[in-house]
């Protein structure tokens, strides 16, 4: 990284096509990371056949020590994974892998299938990782700090209106993934439907099809209490982080969708 | 595949805490593949480094030729992918690839972090890749038939509702990728949260941590016009597709957020 960039290289530079929507903003890659609530991390699990695999997993990116200068690593956590946390086990033994996190905002239907698209984030990680080690004070420290922030993704405060700490067994049998990130890129989509000039000039199929945005969020619903809950009341902080997050999620795919494309834009000035 | 379901080989057999999970039902996996919006996929650029790709991309499952008895394919469309598409352009030019689809259906809370979970459907697909080829008459009815079938999954319908057929120029540009699919498997959870004996046990955690799920669901919103579309009322088939698809997600998030985990139902008899 440098001025909050992502360097390009052979590995991260989007070719091609996808090159208009390209950024390499670190704050940007963060925020995607850290917004979608899946992410897919793919490795070869046997480097003489270059087959990979795919999982989904929980995860969020986070600078260790919190008040250091160490840039943010991806932590991921899922008990999908034992395959992939057999691979490596400490920093040394750590394995290549590809991180991929997507947001989908809306469905642009344009005046032909050739310029159908989506509104979306995208984000796309390469580096190297390993499996947190909690054999050592630090390793343990740093464990029960990602296992925080993991945790604390997918509702914001829910650590803390938990049974916390972790006991022993609990903390050995957790197994969090760290992904020192090595370069990145986000691919962006923002706006409305583009079409090309030809199909503009045609009244009768301007007049046939219709053209817009399907504007697409995740949507959190109303909780659900467990048959053994014991809490009446749905707490204040989830209720809160249910809400806010929807709001944040509608405003953002609803913006997207009622932007015009660049280019068009510049045509009427 | 046999009897309708995916083989277990070494490539899709779900290890350890995974197990309880996996399904292997083909139908199931083919309807997590066709439900997601968005799927994700991997391959390996350079078979000297082990270093894999992820790149997001639209794609369905189908059979073609439609009426035979071929097994389904997946066919993958997005300009993200100049750099995949150069990777092999005819069957015997294909390369491995893994495809990977889910959907979040609620996030689960439990009394522990330990136990928090997600309820999601997730396939995992193995196979090899190849991009369409139009240059004989057969690869190009396969590849328009695909253009169709992957359009319909945005919106269904759709395609005869836009400027079709594609021109020479749309047909050359677009490349849609096909993965015969080798190996499959898919993990599936969809029931309330499951805390451990001990903690069940604490009526003081019981009492101050909320647990129960929260139903996730992607929600389309309500169509937002190109500032150049002419067709003033959002046809019926665009408003149909939203409305139904919005229900369905909804009933199913809402289903598994209400149902009781497995072995809870079993001591309870």
């Known amino acids: 990284m440098e001025d909050g960039e992502y360097i390009k290289n052979p590995t991260n530079t989007v070719n091609r096509h996808g090159k208009d929507y390209a950024k390499y903003d670190a704050d940007l890659i963060h925020s995607i990371v850290n917004t979608a609530s899946v992410l897919h991390i793919s490795f070869v699990p046997d480097p003489s056949d270059p087959t990979p695999i795919i999982l989904p997993m929980i995860g969020q990116m986070g600078t260790y020590p919190p008040s250091s200068s160490s840039p943010p690593a991806i932590y991921l956590h899922g008990y999908v994974s034992s395959r992939l946390m057999r691979l490596g086990a400490s920093p040394s033994d750590s394995f290549s892998v590809c991180v991929c996190a997507t947001i989908v905002d809306g469905l642009v239907l344009a005046l032909t299938p050739f310029s159908h698209s989506y509104n979306y984030r995208s984000a796309v990680l390469h580096g190297r990782a390993y499996a ?138």
Chains 1, 2 share one sequence.
């Open 132 to 269: 947190l080690d909690d054999s050592t004070e630090e390793g343990r420290q740093e464990k029960l700090w990602a296992m925080e922030l993991v945790t604390d993704s997918v509702v914001a405060g829910r650590w803390e209106n938990t049974r916390v700490p972790p006991d022993g067994g609990e903390l050995q049998s957790t197994r969090i993934l760290k992904v020192e990130v090595e370069s990145a890129s986000a691919k962006v989509r923002d706006f409305g439907p583009k079409d090309e000039r030809k199909d503009l000039k045609r009244e009768e199929v301007r007049e046939k099809v219709w053209t817009g945005v399907v504007p697409v969020q995740e949507v959190l619903g109303e909780p659900v209490g467990a048959s053994y809950n014991k809490v009446e009341e749905v707490p204040g902080y989830l209720r809160e982080y249910v809400r806010e997050r929807n709001i944040e999620a509608s405003k953002y795919a609803r913006k997207t969708a009622c932007a015009e494309p660049p280019e068009r834009k510049k045509r009427e000035e």
